[in-house]
């Protein structure tokens, strides 16, 4: 008689159990799932911007778990994975000059991010549609990692799909690094001008100022390089260490010595420890000695840093 209230039992929990995991399961609409796929994503930005990194990554996975194709979280996770690496090599290389063994590690960890945030800019570019303005700029940030592991070929292609982008606003920065990939290569002709082009379009953008700067210079345009380089060391949005040292060439090889040993000065005083600081110091040995620069390619420190090359806004 007790196992007929028993099996009863048994099987009222067994109807509430399914009906309980009926009602655990995500009916939102399409449209409510990426409602709130924006709504983890704002909150991610608004981390982001605050350098709550750690936050903002759990922000965007929430986002991905509401919407897998949200192009604008999978960006933001891009741009925070090559901030990450980015600020592995600051740490290396900007801050310390470190050479080590625990370095390449370092090193190591570092285009790991890259490469990571390469996937996410890819992903965040398969999701925009063509109207959406981030289209562009998920190439455009696509082609900074290919620029970054010297991937000329695909970086172009890349750019080009950010330069065809028709609602992509900030086309001065592919132009710019499409430039800075011709002159990796040593088109300076090509680079030029891309590079022109870049700061014709928007003439505070300091990256495209100092890489026209630099193409100028190893053209043997110096006077060209010094007026370019001279506007990106005046002005105090573009603090970029290696400018310094372009004007510094420029002003040896157009024999203001006294001129140029104090560009190196400053370029030595942004970052006294940094790897590009001891070309500096080498450059100022030779000013001080009343030495002319060397001409392109036999520059001591030729291992020269790439420019940033990218923003939020960008």
Known sequence: MAARPI??????TLALALLGGCAGQDRR?????????IKHYEIALGSAQTSNFDDAKRQIDLALQDD????????????IQLHEG????????????????????QRERADGLHRDAHASFAKAAAAYDERDPGLG?????????????????????ELQHALDAQFYSEKYSALANL??????????????????QSVLMNPDYCVGRYRLAQAYLDADMTEQALEEIERVV???????QDAHRVAGIAKMRLGYASEAGQSFESCLQMAPRSCLASACEQFLMLSHSGASAPSAGEEPGSRRPAAPTLTASE
């Open 137 to 157: 700029r998920a190439y455009n940030s696509m082609a900074v990692i290919s620029l970054y592991f010297h991937d000329y070929a695909r970086a172009e292609d």
């Open 68 to 79: 897998p194709e949200h192009g604008d979280s999978l960006y933001l996770l891009g741009l």
């Open 234 to 240: 005046a002005d105090e949005r573009c603090p970029i």
């Open 7 to 12: 099996a009863s039992l048994l099987a009222s």
């Open 179 to 196: 430039g800075w990939a011709y002159h990796e290569q040593g088109d300076e002709v090509a680079a030029i001008t891309e590079l022109r």
């Open 29 to 37: 609409s399409p449209q409510e799932r990426t409602e709130a796929a």
């Open 86 to 105: 980015r600020s592995i090599l600051e740490f290396i290389e900007a801050e310390t000059c470190l050479i080590d063994e625990s370095a390449e590690r």
